[in-house]
């Protein structure tokens, strides 16, 4: 079997994609709703026409059987997916392309690239499924770096123990979603961590991110289903031991996550699993106002149903994304068991939305779960499409992205209106014009929402990269004013860094400086990042 090329230009494989009609929809429906006008068409760059500086390491024999430097190779590698990644590839500046991409198969070869890469004074990136949002895994090294390696950690995706007693699994971290629920199939056992970057994002990238998943409450991050740990730094091997809890001191698992590769590579992890869900329904419910649908979120997470789902989609997101008419709210609840119905819980849940002024959009009565109608159906089939939507649009000079965060629910409705507000004026600042600001709940938890932005503007052909810098800025420099979280689970990466450093404890940056100086004492672990 052939195996399909990445795009380097955007989401997922090379041959999927959104099609003509569907990139139509969208870009008619920002014009003439939103007034986002696409201002360019410029075609992707090929890769035999991208400037590459020539490698600056090339690595010893020992190493050369899992390093490569081919073009594709150093291209592919040289962004993630955010919304300045998209705009530069498009730009076709690749001018801090990695120089070598190894594929390590074992953990000793980790241990001869951290050796090889300390000597010469190499930068390390380490790279999952490459799909982070916040220039987590960009090279824009900075400093004395002879070059960088990127460690790829793709060939390391196999299930190497399951414990069915436990309901536990042993997984490497560079086996990506559909990897690694395939090889739990067989044991009617799932991980059920599903970001909506699943299909192209790995285990170690979601510890190393403190990932959200599938579960709107209880069970938001990764973090929540980790046992142990195994991270391989220049130091040395660190890993935990595998527990259903503890209390002896702080843990050092959670020491691990979301260190975003800056103090070594998670090699494999325990991870507590779940039967199969065979209980589930799904409700929908329409809100004339979002803040009306927020009470709704508010009253369930605080009942202790503790739903799978709990999103609500504002009037305008859900009109962007071609799944509503732009009048109404959207609130999608569902709950889900291997064990037991779900009915009791679904009918309180609903009442919860009914004594908040929801009309059912979909009456979980009457919809299984696999044929999903009405405004929650349209969204699902949007939600999927939505990774596709960057690629057609950066090329066109429209500038898109998201950033999300969370917040307690007594100060959720003023910040909510502060963080609207400043991104909308930054748009208005930067491009003349409203554009688009949406925003919808990822998660909630009983004390507060997990709000999620989006925001659509017509971009400046040429200038793209420095109205997104504004916008940006102004956003997140809303949410620490405000005293919301530069992240909620898209991680810090490079673009957060400045408002991480803001929003943590002076004193817990020093400690990190100095765990980083016992763990990566040469510097050489994605420098730049969280620490
Ligand atoms: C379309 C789209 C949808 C997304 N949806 C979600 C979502 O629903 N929820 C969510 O949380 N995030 C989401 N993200 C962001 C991203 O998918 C997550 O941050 C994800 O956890 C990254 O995993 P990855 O394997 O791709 O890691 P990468 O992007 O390759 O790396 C991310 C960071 O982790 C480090 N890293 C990677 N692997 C390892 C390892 N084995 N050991 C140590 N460090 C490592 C990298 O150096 C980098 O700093 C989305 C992104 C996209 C493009």
Redo the contacts with the bound molecule.
């Keep these: 079997m052939v195996s399909q090329r990445m795009k380097y230009w955007g989401?997922g494989y090379e041959n999927n994609g959104l099609n003509k009609n569907q990139v139509h929809s969208l870009i008619k429906i920002l014009a003439q709703d939103f007034g986002v006008l696409a201002s360019s068409n410029i075609k992707k760059p090929e890769v035999s026409d991208i400037k590459l500086h020539k490698p600056k390491l090339i690595p010893p024999d020992s190493l050369l059987k899992f390093c490569t430097n081919e073009p594709y190779e150093r291209v592919l590698h040289s962004f993630?997916?955010s919304q300045p990644d998209s705009i530069r590839i498009f730009d076709g500046d690749f001018k801090h392309a990695p120089d070598v991409i190894a594929y390590p198969e074992r953990s000793d070869q980790i241990n001869a690239i951290y050796d090889w890469a300390s000597g010469v004074g190499a930068a390390i990136?380490?790279?999952?499924?490459?799909?982070?949002?916040v220039g987590?895994?960009t090279p824009d090294i900075e400093g004395h770096y002879k070059g960088t390696v990127m460690v790829n950690?793709t060939k390391l995706n196999k299930v190497l123990e399951v414990d069915e007693t436990s309901r536990a699994a042993l997984i490497q971290?560079?086996a990506k979603g559909p990897e690694l629920e395939n090889q739990l199939k067989p044991y009617n056992l799932t991980l059920r961590h599903f970001?909506?970057?699943f299909e192209?994002?790995?285990l170690?990238?979601?510890?190393?991110?403190r990932?959200?998943?599938h579960f709107a409450t209880l069970y938001t991050h990764i973090d929540d289903l980790v046992e142990n740990i195994t991270?391989i730094t220049p130091s040395g091997c660190f890993e935990s031991r595998r527990l259903p809890g503890s209390g002896s001191g702080p843990s050092p698992d959670r020491f691990i996550m979301g260190?975003?590769?800056a103090l070594?590579?998670?090699?494999e992890a325990w991870v507590r699993l779940q039967g199969r869900p065979v209980f589930k329904l799904t409700a929908g419910f329409r809100f004339a106002k979002f803040l009306d649908a927020s009470l709704a979120v508010r009253s369930i997470s605080q009942s202790g149903l503790f739903p799978a789902n709990v999103r609500i989609v504002d009037a305008t997101e859900l009109q962007v994304n071609g799944a509503g008419d732009g009048t109404y709210t959207l609130m999608v609840v569902s709950f889900e068991s291997s064990d037991h119905s779900v009915e009791p819980w679904m009918k309180r849940a609903e009442e919860c939305c009914l004594d908040h002024g929801g009309i059912i959009d979909i009456d979980w009565r009457e919809n299984p779960d696999t044929n999903l109608k009405g405004a929650v159906g349209a969204w699902r089939d949007a939600f999927i499409r939505?990774?596709y939507n960057r690629e057609n649009l950066t090329p066109r000079g429209i500038i898109s992205d998201t950033f999300e965060t969370a917040i307690t629910w007594d100060k959720f409705e003023e910040f909510y209106w502060a963080i609207k507000d400043a991104t909308q004026q930054a748009i208005r600042d930067v491009t003349g014009q409203n554009g688009a600001v949406s925003c919808r709940f990822?998660h909630a938890y009983p004390d507060g929402p997990a709000p999620y932005f989006a925001f659509h503007c017509t971009g400046k052909p040429g200038g793209m990269l420095e109205q997104w810098k504004a916008i940006k800025y102004a956003a997140s420099e809303a949410l620490i004013k405000n005293g919301g979280t530069i992240t909620h689970?898209?991680?810090v990466?490079r673009d957060h860094q400045k408002w991480y450093e803001k929003q943590r404890p002076k004193l817990f940056g020093h400690i990190l400086k100095d765990a980083k100086n016992r763990l990566d004492p040469d510097g050489i672990m994605?420098p730049g990042?969280v620490v």
Excluded: F, K, L
């Design positions: 989401w993630g997916q990136v380490p790279y999952g499924g490459g799909s982070s949002v987590g895994v950690m971290g560079g970001p909506q970057s192209h994002s790995t170690g990238g979601w510890i190393a991110t990932s959200g998943g991270s260190t975003e590769g070594g590579i998670i090699t939505m990774p990822s689970h898209h991680a990466g994605n990042v």
